[in-house]
């Protein structure tokens, strides 16, 4: 049995389960890593801020720490809520002891409200945990503390993260949810900054710092650079912004689980849309209906918005002598046209996730019909100059039906070929189709 990386996670508790050691042992096993914990304080906390926070005697915290270092092979830790001056030299203390490499998210107040440090510990906080820590990573409030800075600017944040290395601490990574959306990464052993970029993004936000952190030490624990790391801890936490789901009547917690969910996602798409490519291979008949301009399977996420969130073959699937003959990959956004396609059928019904397009004819219209399959059609003269062709006609073909049909198809124009679309809810479902279309036409 291989062994999985323990991330030691030393942080408060938050009783409204959106920050804290609860966001970071979700954000820690989404990834895949074992999540250990020693709380630090407990807090009577919701999503509309905090009421109180009832500190743990530091040497309870030694006894957690000291009972999973003694027993488990641990590299990095990450720090969050230390409320106190005691508390914060007792945690400098135990990252010394045993050797850790510490991530420290230095909180100090609930997004929502109440303050999660007293004003003497960021002097310990500064002195003693960031000299003995790896990373430190302030939003753009806390930066301004620990720096003595009023940040207004990008090149502000980098003169402060400049200055908050002054603790000897190796990384200082200001996150620029208040700036640009940009987070800068300060590498003071070589004097040199990384810029991880990013667009502000809608969503809940409660515990981003906590999920920032404790994602950033799980990949850094995984063994990818500073910089790597920090692209991917970006794209974890504005994942789970977009797929927060608001639980109570304040701030909305940052959804640890969209990240994990959205990759099962990709993975049965993309195995669909394979399992769909390899069907269509495997038929000895299906290379009689590929049309001039090759065609494509595609098959689209629960939520897709664009061609991006569409699966598909890179380079189309060609006919080769008399075979099916699939180039490239499949991989998201390989299609634009199949994809409008699915785009626009999903408008109407989003359980119409999938497509294949095959070669008109008379003939071939005649033996859908004759396999009971529903079919409607549009016509390129009557298109309107200011669309796209497949967003109209697939539009006109389902409203004239009413619902969506099995079988969309166009006679073509003007250097357009005419073409027939397979509708269906996946990948194999439309391939299926397809073969036994293809087990009936003659050419
Ligand atoms: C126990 C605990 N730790 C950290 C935070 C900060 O998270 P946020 O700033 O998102 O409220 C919090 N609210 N509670």
């Known amino acids: 049995m291989s062994k999985i990386p323990v991330i030691l996670s030393i942080a408060g508790s938050d009783s409204g389960g959106g920050a804290g050691i609860e966001a970071d ?3 820690i096993a989404s990834l895949g890593l074992h999540p250990a914990c020693a709380i630090t304080s407990v807090t009577a906390q919701n999503t509309l801020g905090v009421r109180s ?5 530091c040497n309870v915290i030694i006894e957690q720490v000291d009972a999973v270092c003694e027993d488990m092979d641990i590299t990095w830790a990450k720090s969050g809520m230390l409320s106190s001056s005691e508390i914060t030299s007792t945690v400098a203390d135990m990252v010394k002891k045993h050797k850790l490499k510490l991530v420290v998210d230095p909180v100090m107040s609930a997004e929502a409200g109440g303050d999660l440090l007293r004003k003497e510990a960021i002097r310990t906080l500064r002195d003693e945990l960031l000299p003995v820590a790896e990373v430190v990573t302030p939003n753009i409030n806390e930066a301004n503390t620990l720096a003595k800075m009023q940040i207004k600017t990008v090149e502000d944040a980098k003169i402060a993260a400049k200055v908050i290395s002054k603790t000897g601490i190796k990384y200082v990574i200001v996150t620029g949810g208040h700036l640009d959306a940009s987070d800068i990464i300060y590498d003071s052993c070589n004097d040199r900054y990384f810029t991880i970029p990013g667009t502000f993004v809608e969503g809940g936000t ?19 650079s500073i910089e790597e790391a920090a692209r991917m801890a970006k794209e974890f936490v504005v994942e789970g912004i977009k797929g927060s789901v608001p639980v109570g009547k304040g701030v909305g917690p940052v959804n640890q689980l969209a990240w994990l969910l959205n ?19 495997e038929s000895n008949a299906f290379a009689n209906l590929i049309p001039e301009v090759g065609c494509n399977i595609a098959m689209a996420l629960p939520s897709a918005k664009s061609p991006a969130d569409v699966a598909a073959v890179t380079g189309r699937i060609v006919k080769l002598k008399n075979n099916a003959h699939v180039v490239g990959d499949i991989e998201f956004g390989a299609s634009s046209h199949v994809a409008r396609i699915i785009l626009t059928a999903m408008k109407y ?9 095959i070669k008109y004819s008379e003939a071939i219209v005649g033996i859908c019909r004759e396999m009971g399959l529903s079919i409607s059609s549009f016509s390129r003269e009557n298109e309107p100059s200011d669309t796209h062709t497949m967003d109209w006609g697939t539009s006109f073909a389902i409203e004239t039906f009413k619902s969506i049909p099995d079988i969309i198809y166009d006679k073509g124009g003007i250097g357009k070929e005419a073409m027939i679309r397979i509708m269906g809810k996946n990948a194999i479902d439309v391939a299926e189709t397809a073969r036994k279309i293809a087990e009936k036409y003659q050419p």
């Open 25 to 27: 042992i979700k954000t």
């Open 53 to 57: 926070a009832y500190d743990i005697p």
């Open 206 to 224: 409660h515990g981003s710092g906590c999920t920032y952190s404790s994602s950033l030490a799980s990949y850094l624990a995984k063994g990818h």
């Open 263 to 281: 990759n099962a996602e990709r993975c049965i798409t993309i195995n669909n849309a394979r399992d769909g490519v390899q069907l269509l291979k």
């Open 349 to 357: 019904d989003s359980s119409f996730k999938a497509s294949v397009n």
